[in-house]
């Protein structure tokens, strides 16, 4: 089987490419990616010498270079994770959001039914990889976001996510393509670009700059180590039905304030610091535009039908995330630094 992974060389995609890759020698991978700020080849250094896994550099938004590579390599399915991810960006810039999000997911569900139809659906598959943000925000009581919570997103982020999710489900209604959602919580772990909130925590804490808080700091996530998300999309691959959306969390929701505070001590026993000292870096900044108040995953339907559970406990993700950033100075130095978009750019200038 050939499946075409898209946004391979990002946070969570690297993590996918990586399981794949390993688990399913048999299985030949293709990393579709345009190595946008957020995309980065050193995530897959350690895997990509092997035998089963190619590199492509491109854009899902450029309709023909899309329509070409699926005529050239005829993929048999597809896992597809290429977005613009981060909400704040998609308040300053929200058309990059469209251009990738919406009109990406559209170029690649017409390519793929282009591709498939004539020969028959059988075998094929379109995964849409997405997020919990499209059902909107909850209040502070029990309810959780189930598979049937209708959707209702605020940001342009989840307005664009929401729509690629209904382009998903439209091409399978009227079309006939065979296809898989699954709508994931908040994921964290190595690898995650230090814009997002806990990679940008422990980034200020190493270099002693302030922690931005947004607003009071009372806004509720529910955190996933992404390798956990990686194993629940391998589940989806392979055992979800076709058609079917399956909710992904931690059932582990924290309020931002502390989640920061509980970050701040763990980095201060990591760096043999003095309890505290992390903690006086918190500063309160002006809220996000818009700000979510509350996402809670049920995921009952996946543990229950797909047989999928989180492995590590919250402390214990956190903790392997806080050793792998400390260890890994250099590649968040080149993610902050211009050399990232350099290094991308001389390695695939005119490829
Ligand atoms: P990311 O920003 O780290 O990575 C996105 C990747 O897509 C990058 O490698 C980037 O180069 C690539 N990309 C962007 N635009 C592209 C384009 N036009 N053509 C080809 N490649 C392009 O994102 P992430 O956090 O790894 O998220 C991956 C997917 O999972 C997204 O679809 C996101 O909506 C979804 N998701 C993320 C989370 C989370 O907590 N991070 C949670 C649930 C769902
Ligand atoms: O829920 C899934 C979503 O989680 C994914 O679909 C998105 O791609 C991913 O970016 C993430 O979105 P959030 O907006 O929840 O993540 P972020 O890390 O940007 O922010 C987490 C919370 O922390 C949110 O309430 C905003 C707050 N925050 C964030 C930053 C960057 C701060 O208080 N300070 C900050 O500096």
């Known amino acids: ?142 309810e959780m976001f189930t598979e049937e919570t209708s959707y209702d997103p605020r940001s342009p982020y989840s307005a664009s996510k929401a729509s690629s999710d209904h382009f998903v489900r439209a091409w399978h209604h009227t079309y006939g393509l065979p296809i898989k959602l699954s709508n994931c919580s908040n994921n964290y772990g190595p690898n995650h670009f230090p814009e997002k909130l806990i990679p940008l925590a422990i980034h200020r804490l190493r270099t002693g700059q302030p922690v931005p808080v947004y607003g009071k700091g009372e806004n509720v996530r529910d955190w996933l180590f992404v390798k956990d998300h990686a194993t629940a999309i391998d589940a989806v691959f392979h055992k979800g039905k076709n058609g079917d959306t399956y909710n992904i969390g931690g059932v582990n929701e924290w309020q931002n304030l502390k989640l920061i505070e509980l970050l701040c001590d763990v980095v201060d026993q990591k760096t043999s610091q003095e309890q505290g000292t992390s903690r006086k870096l918190i500063k309160f900044v002006t809220d996000r535009a818009g700000h979510d108040m509350r996402y809670a995953i049920d995921s009952s339907k996946i543990m229950n039908e797909l047989g999928w559970k989180p492995s590590v406990t919250f402390e214990q993700g956190l903790a392997q995330t806080v050793d792998w950033y400390l260890a890994n100075e250099e590649w968040l130095n080149s993610v902050t630094s211009g050399a990232y978009q350099d290094y991308n750019q001389k390695q695939y200038a005119g490829r």
């Open 1 to 142: 089987m050939k499946i075409l992974i898209t946004g391979g060389a990002g946070f969570i995609g690297s993590h996918v490419v990586r399981l794949f890759v390993s688990k399913y020698p048999d299985y030949q991978i293709l990393n579709l990616d345009a190595l946008t700020y957020a995309g980065n080849l050193e995530n897959l250094r350690d895997v990509e010498n092997a035998p089963n896994y190619r590199f492509i550099k491109g854009d899902i938004a450029d309709q023909s270079f899309i329509d070409q590579l699926f005529a050239h390599e005829e993929p048999d399915a597809v896992i597809h994770l290429a977005a613009e991810s981060h909400v704040d960006r998609s308040i300053t810039d929200p058309m990059s959001f469209v251009k990738t999000n919406v009109i990406g997911t559209v170029n690649l569900l017409n390519a793929a039914r282009n591709l498939w139809h004539p020969g028959g659906y059988d075998g094929h598959v379109f995964y849409h990889v997405s997020t919990d943000e499209v059902y909107g925000s909850l209040d502070f009581g029990p």
